[in-house]
């Protein structure tokens, strides 16, 4: 079994697999903006920030304001999410499964920079919130364990986030292992004193271990040999 008391999954490109679809669509946004944007760059450039560190920067370079721009693009997304619910990253729920029948497993949440509706509309869609139902009675989004960047005002590469997430779950920093895909979730987790697998992805593995993480991983499978 994972040596931890906690494990801190991120929810977009480790649980659920929707990544593609806000990428694609904000390269969309910031293109009709004046910037052209390919969905790569989105990617290599936005992937894991702050949305609204995202539009500062993209007003900055633009020169000029964006007023509109958040509420389009989510609007646009939640819209996506509602006619093609994302599905679950491979093998985020054979790793559930086993965690929920392992024993002496640890607990686990989910934490992101995400707001609380898009993480509610992403593991609903891909039928996973019921994982992580938590008799924890505060710091949290109605009875599950799931935690938000917005809540703390705080983003990832900061780690207040899952400082505050294991100190809900009642759990120390040094007995957490977190899940994440992204440089600036692997950072925030090392600021935070916790362990951090990375699962490489969009972002490439060789990002991911110079962004310090303990472990790269390609596939969840390979996760699922270490909870044993």
Request: charged share 20%.
């Amino acid at each position: 079994m994972l040596d931890c008391s906690l494990i801190i999954f991120d929810c977009d490109g480790v649980l659920v697999d929707t990544e593609p679809t806000p990428h694609a669509l904000l390269a969309a946004c910031v293109t009709e903006a004046g910037l052209p944007m390919s969905v790569q760059d989105s990617v290599n450039t936005f992937k894991g920030r702050d949305l609204n560190e995202i539009v500062a920067e993209l007003e900055s370079r633009l020169a000029q304001p964006l007023p509109g721009f958040l509420e389009n693009f989510r609007s646009r997304m939640f819209e996506a999410f509602e006619t093609n619910p994302p599905p679950p990253v491979p093998g985020a729920l054979e790793l559930l499964d086993h965690l929920d029948t392992a024993p002496a497993a640890p607990r686990r949440c989910v934490a992101s920079n995400g707001p609380v509706k898009k993480m509610l509309a992403s593991l609903t869609g891909a039928k996973m919130l019921h994982r992580f139902a938590c008799d924890v009675t505060q710091g949290h989004m109605d009875g599950h364990a799931i935690f938000s960047a917005y809540d703390v005002g705080v983003w990832k590469p900061e780690p207040d986030l899952f400082l505050h997430a294991a100190r809900t779950m009642g759990s120390e920093p040094d007995r957490c292992l977190v899940i994440e895909d992204s440089a600036s979730g692997v950072v925030a987790a090392r600021r935070a004193g916790m362990r951090v697998i990375a699962l490489a992805g969009l972002t490439p593995a060789a990002t991911l271990q110079d962004a310090g993480a303990t472990r790269v991983i390609a596939s969840l499978d390979e996760l699922h040999a270490l909870a044993r």
